[in-house]
């Protein structure tokens, strides 16, 4: 059974940074490329970044370039984003998905909620 | 950047009913780079639909989707009482980069 589950979320200040986790489990990790995708609550879904297998080909969306990182450690089976100068509108709940075998993402987690306040 | 748009944002149907839902596309898109999810509430969203028309593993087949181009369509052909919830459309492109649609909120009229 495919798992993602995801850690890291907590309530910090703007300007500080948080590294987020997703443990990978149920599927070779390392056959596929992963996502992390936001949700502000009762919003809709706005992508943030994305990884191939390989770490080769990253991507990130306007929002969030220059101040997020993503990154994996197949040996660990993990996914990880690095967030800094987190501002308000980062707040969210964080999902990470896997992508399937063609251009869709076919398992998410259950996410973890960042929350950027002072 | 390709956006989708997906109207009206609340549709409102009754159970048994067939409901359809649009999403259009800013520019042309490839229809294996389309796909839809369902979210309820507190839950992840799931996938439904790949390739503009697959059905995911165990998705019911009175869920469908079709077109091409700039104009796809997600079919349900008789409303259940769990399928009462929001609907996303996305598409994938280059660089790994994902397009969501804003949503079509499913209500029961």
């Known amino acids: 059974e495919v798992q993602l589950v995801e850690s890291g979320g907590a309530l910090v200040q703007p300007g500080r940074s948080l590294r987020l986790s997703c443990a990978a489990s149920?599927?070779?990790?390392?056959?596929?490329?992963m996502h992390w995708v936001r949700q502000v609550p009762g919003k809709g879904l706005e992508w943030v970044s994305g990884i191939s297998w390989n770490s080769d080909i990253i991507g990130y969306a306007d929002s969030v370039e220059g101040r997020f990182t993503i990154s994996r450690d197949n040996a660990k089976n993990s996914l990880y984003l690095q967030m800094n100068s987190l501002r308000a509108d980062d707040t969210a709940l964080y999902y990470c998905?896997?992508?399937?075998?063609?251009?869709?993402?076919?398992?998410w987690g259950q996410g973890t909620l960042v929350t950027v306040s002072s | 950047e390709i956006v989708l748009t997906q109207s009206p944002g609340t549709l409102s149907f009754s159970p048994g009913e067939r409901a359809t839902l649009s999403c259009r596309a800013s520019?042309?898109?490839?229809?294996?780079?389309l796909a839809w999810y369902q979210q309820k509430p507190g839950q992840a969203p799931r996938l439904l639909i790949y390739g503009a028309s697959s059905r995911a593993t165990g998705i019911p087949d009175r869920f469908s989707g079709s077109g091409s181009g700039t104009d796809f369509t997600l079919t349900i052909s008789r409303l259940e009482p769990e399928d009462f919830a929001v609907y996303y459309c996305q598409q994938y492109g280059s660089s790994l980069s994902i397009t969501f649609g804003q949503g079509t909120r499913l209500e029961i009229k």
């Open positions: 520019q042309s898109i490839s229809i294996s780079n």
């Open positions: 149920g599927f070779t990790f390392d056959d596929y490329a």
């Open positions: 998905a896997k992508r399937g075998a063609g251009s869709y993402l076919d398992y």
